[in-house]
């Protein structure tokens, strides 16, 4: 089954299914500033070796990887950026904060291939530059190592989105060649906890 076949097998009952692999957050953060601090390389992730990420061999896809680049930032910027966020976000554990960049490697249809990250469980991202690129979930069958489409957003520049990475997603990229993010590590905490403390902060 090829990838393009398993997205047409987008299946969601309501808005409360796809919240429960993503969610936008009603968070503003001034930290365009950041992209001009010094970082420095500390993963290369290419996702395209199949060997080392299963569910990439399992979406049988032909089209071209993109690879996932995760930047250190100094101790100094990583706190600033900490002390701005809420504390709904740092009462059960205090993230950690890297700079993500994934970038087109030629005109041909890019992704970056469907995984599950390692080391963390939830992602909270804030989108610097991006140009409507589409991240997938799935649901993966192991019995027949397929994968189907559950849902799907678009992320716009300047939004904040949350997302359980301890299950399978993937990233289609377009034509815009870049997409640059502020991303929070959470590797204990639970997506159910985190979206639980933060409705429980909205209406205090």
């Not at 569910?55 to 100094?76: C, G, N, Q, R």
């Not at 504390?87 to 904060?97: G, M, Q």
């Not at 959470?186 to 409705?199: G, H, K, N, V």
């Amino acid at each position: 089954m090829g990838f393009w076949q398993v997205r047409l097998g987008i299946a969601l009952d309501s808005m409360d299914q796809a919240m429960s692999f993503f969610k936008k957050l009603d968070i503003s953060l001034d930290v365009r500033w950041i992209l001009s601090t010094p970082h420095q390389l500390i993963q290369t992730t290419d996702i395209g070796k199949v060997d080392k990420y299963k569910y990439a061999s399992w979406a049988d896809s032909k089209i071209e990887p993109t690879p996932l680049l995760m930047f250190s930032l100094l101790p100094d910027v990583e706190k600033q950026v900490i002390d701005l966020l809420p504390d709904a976000l740092k009462d059960a554990e205090v993230p950690r904060a890297h700079l993500m960049k994934m970038k087109r490697l030629s005109d041909r249809p890019n992704m970056l291939y469907p995984h599950v990250d390692r080391g963390r469980r939830v992602a909270i991202n804030f989108y610097l530059v991006c140009g409507d690129e589409t991240t997938l979930f799935f649901a993966p069958v192991e019995t027949t190592r397929s994968l189907t489409s559950v849902a799907e957003f678009c992320a716009k520049e300047g939004q904040c989105w949350m997302l359980d990475v301890s299950k399978p997603h993937a990233v289609i990229m377009n034509a815009a060649n870049e997409r640059i993010g502020l991303s929070l590590s959470y590797r204990r905490s639970r997506y159910e906890d985190l979206a639980r403390r933060l409705e429980m902060a909205s209406q205090a």
